[in-house]
């Protein structure tokens, strides 16, 4: 167990997780932003890529666990990813649709905000979001995230538009 919050429990995810995760990452609706579902070669390679993330970096998305009945409901974390040509720790998260709009996203999010800035000591930390996805730029905001740039990720065959957006320390925590 990493991070609790009121009704989640944050953690590594394991070889176990691999149905909940699934279940995410191939549902077409939730992976829209990423151009559809993925395969079971993709999603393997998802899972091993976050344990790997895990022992190199420390951190990574975690599976995003309801404290009352241990279900696996989602991943949150955080990566570093290269973002307005640098490397940064950025807060991503992904849930599973049936979860959708009941503020778990901006719950774990927060958590592995305030992580961030306590336990990794960033200065800043960013989100980067595709510029279709008005969902997740809506988490970001009440993160207390703005826009600091636009750029191009090609991903998947397709040229994506992003946002990046960042909160800094000094105003997180005022």
Not at 24 to 47: C, H, K, P, R, S
Request: negative net charge; proline residues 2%.
């Amino acid at each position: 167990m990493l991070i609790e919050t009121p009704r989640l429990i944050l953690r590594e995810m394991t070889p176990g997780d691999r149905p909940q995760l699934s279940a995410i990452l191939q549902d077409e609706e939730t992976m829209v932003a990423y151009e559809g579902a993925f395969d079971d070669a993709m999603v393997d390679a998802w899972l091993e890529r976050m344990m790997t993330r895990y022992r190199e970096d420390g951190f990574g998305l975690w599976a995003v666990v309801l404290r009352d009945t241990g279900e696996m409901i989602g991943q949150c974390g955080l990566t570093v990813q290269h973002i307005l040509d640098e490397d940064v720790v950025e807060v991503g998260y992904l849930f599973n649709r049936a979860f959708w709009h009941r503020g778990f996203a901006l719950e774990a999010a927060a958590a592995c905000r305030d992580y961030a800035f306590e336990s990794l000591k960033v200065d800043r930390l960013y989100a980067q979001i595709r510029d279709t996805n008005t969902a997740s730029m809506n988490v970001a905001i009440r993160l207390g995230m703005t826009v600091r740039g636009r750029f191009v990720k090609h991903y998947r065959g397709i040229d994506m538009p992003h946002l990046a957006f960042a909160v800094d320390r000094a105003d997180a925590t005022k």
